[in-house]
């Protein structure tokens, strides 16, 4: 008995329901239409003076100029408001030293920003060298392809940028840069990575730690002017990208760059 | 279809269009401007704060012009005043707001200037025990001019 | 003291490990629900009659596993408010984003597999009860009662159809544990396509071991005779998932071996100085050589029902240490190697912090809680009590 009572019940309940599902299908269907509207790429550029469609930038690093006084990775940990403390890096200087037994000693002392100090004697160092690294900003960018949220992502001026507001900390970014260019920054929770200074560069300055280096070891500039110093070093020399092998075509460009930098 | 199924595939539609509906709320406008993500974030990175000023402000009239001109054609043109002062953006905006005091102990010139296997031999290096005496650098070298000793 | 942890030369940034133990427990929680459920599939779908006695079981197994899931993959987020997003702005090329839905559309599978096995019980318990209870199922039942010969054909026939939509969708939930990790070209041990089947075999090994186990304790609990013959057919099954993924796990490790390309001295590193003993010693022994060989005895030895049933306890005890042993070696060891291809760093576990190891146990308890609870609600043992009783 009571289950018929109840089983008549919910039939009208359930015509109730029904007229609920068509409105909500409707309303549902009008939603979609406005989500997919507002994902179709718009081509204005973000408001203001810069114009991101007239740039392409890329960075050079002659290996062979550099001198290691890592004031490069220092400024930018000023410039970027990087934990001063904490052993997390945009730009490091790294130095190789192969010795005389072929023996290969690499290292890179917190980035380089405090110097390095000679603890091999110079008579056992067959060659030595310092590279400084820094995030690729590759064209083929291996951490926007696995970030789960669209939290990072590369700009139509060939920067990958990280929206601190919307990343969710889950670090598979980390994971996924064969560079060891990202960091985890635990003051805003979120994961970190160079900008090349993405605030100076729309302004007209070069990114802190070109601006800091002192022998020009670092340059960089703008690929679609075929007059800028960059392109006239890829025009000239002999140059090479770290991993080229994983296809993510990194934007950094070095010279000079000896095996066994990876 | 029997009744019970029904119920259970109307709660499941009411979920899936609930979620739907939640979602069209709190994803953000500019989501999906340029790509997939927030084109906000654009406008976020491009706002942050400049820190390093750059060495032409240095010299701009009235402020530190007499350094700016002796250093401009000396060796050390290329050495960035914010390289050795720290940045000054701060300063630049309101000179009441001193940047970091120098440091100008010798293991800061020998950053760059001490004797090391890994740099470029034709770089001007020093032997750190035996150069200088041990005194400071700037007693001899004039850091904004090195050769003005 | 941090330096006595590193050997070689690491990138800078690669000084901290990022994936914790919490990160290990979740592949290996899925692939315990990916497990259960494709044991209890055996029966919904292959008609296996020996399973019967743990199918609706490995159900509520695979529901309680589930449910913590999401758990340690929570608790790990830097921005655990901002989770959500995966679900409303999911980044389709990422491997990860799929986890939400994903994770939803299973669930949904699971809880309708569920509800209609267990309808019958919960309409007549309904019908039975008063009070709070009959409040309790009557939501259950979703106010309708029709539990007549054609309603309940229905419910079987659509049971059915889930399970089939269930078995490769548990296939792909805990596959694609397994891409997480293998489509990371920068890491040299997780890239590779191996990777999603040899965690999907991993992960039926792990859920039937567990199935054997949880059926072993809770008949002793329940003070019942074992069903001998559907103890035995679990553990033949076992036997034969436990041969499949000792061959994958193999085949990766010698084709590393074998192409030994750049990174094959890092590898070699891993596998003899930071990961030798779980990975050859509990993963290959204890976790598949130990079992592999008990199971096979089990098969061949006649009779002696009491020898048996401790030889499956034992080995299932082993195979689900072992499991664990692998997701360890897959997740802690990937990132123990630098991706310099010139250094190691050691992940030494804290007690105490939100990342540590008192969460990921905390963790490891609540399913259990989860699912002696389930089985208070919904008892899954009705019609085999019966006779014995």
Known sequence: MIGEIKMKLSRREFARIGCRVIIGATAGSAIIESIVTNSVASEDPPKGEYDWKEHLWGYVIDTRKCIGCGRCANACKLENEVPFDEPVYRTWVERYRELKDKDVKIDSPNGGINGFIDDVPAEEINKAFYVPKICNHCENPPCVQVCPVGATFSTEDGVVLVDYKYCIGCRYCIQGCPYGARYFNTEKGTADKCTWCYHRITKGLLPACVQACPVGARIFGDLKNPESEVNKILDKERINVLKPDLGTKPKVYYVGLDREVR | MQPHLKKAFTLLAIAIIGFIVVRSFIVPVSFGQYGWYRGDAIIDSMNFEIRHAGSATCGEENCHNSIYSIWIDSKHKTVNCETCHGPSEKHVNNVRIMPEPVNDTRDFCGMCHFKSAARPEEFPQIDPDTHGENLRCAYCHNPHKPWFV | ?389
């Open chain 3, 1 to 389: 003291m941090v330096e006595n942890l590193i050997w070689g030369y690491i990138y800078p940034n690669e000084a901290e490990i990022q994936w914790s133990i919490l990160i290990v427990l979740y592949p290996y929680i899925t692939g315990l629900v990916a497990g259960a459920f494709i044991a209890s599939s055996l029966y919904h779908v292959f008609g296996k009659k020996e399973i019967r006695p743990v199918a609706r079981f490995a159900l509520l197994t695979a529901l309680a596993f589930l449910l913590v899931a999401t758990m340690p993959l929570l608790t790990h987020l830097g921005h655990p408010e901002r989770g959500i997003e995966i679900m409303f702005t999911p980044h389709v090329t990422s491997a990860m984003s799929g986890f939400g839905y994903i994770y939803s559309f299973y669930l949904i599978i699971v809880v309708l597999e569920i509800w209609l096995s267990f309808r019958e019980d919960i309409v007549n318990k309904a019908l039975s009860s008063h009070g709070w209870k009959e409040l309790l199922y009557s939501v259950l039942a979703l106010f309708s009662f029709d539990i007549s010969e054609k309603a309940l054909h229905d419910d079987e026939k659509l049971a059915k159809r889930l399970a089939i939509i269930g078995i490769p969708s548990a296939a792909f939930l805990h596959g694609y544990v397994g891409f997480i990790f293998g489509g990371i070209k920068a890491n040299p041990w997780w890239s590779t396509p191996l990777m999603p089947i040899i965690f999907l075999m991993s992960a039926i090994v792990s859920g039937i071991a567990l199935l054997i186990l949880l059926y072993i304790v809770s008949t002793v609990f329940r003070k019942q005779k074992i069903d001998h013959n559907c103890l035995q057919s679990l553990a033949h099954y076992l036997w034969i998932f436990l041969i499949l993924d000792v061959v994958l796990e193999l085949l990766e490790i010698v084709s590393m071996k074998y192409e030994s390309l750049e990174e094959i001295d890092i590898i070699n590193r891993l596998l003899s100085e930071k990961i030798a003993t779980t990975f050859y010693g509990v993963q290959l022994t204890l976790g598949i050589f130990i079992p592999f060989v008990l199971l096979l005895l089990v098969g061949i030895i006649k009779n002696r029902e009491t020898l048996k049933l401790i030889m499956i306890s034992i080995s299932s005890i082993f195979v689900v240490i072992g499991v664990f042993a692998m997701r360890w070696n897959v997740v802690i060891g990937g990132q123990e190697i630098s991706k310099s291809l010139s250094g190691t760093m050691t992940y030494v576990p804290v007690f105490y912090s939100i990342e540590g190891v008192l969460p990921a146990i905390i963790i490891l308890i609540i399913p259990f809680i989860i699912l002696i609870v389930l089985t208070k609600i919904l008892p899954p043992w009705k019609d085999m009590d019966k006779g014995v009783e």
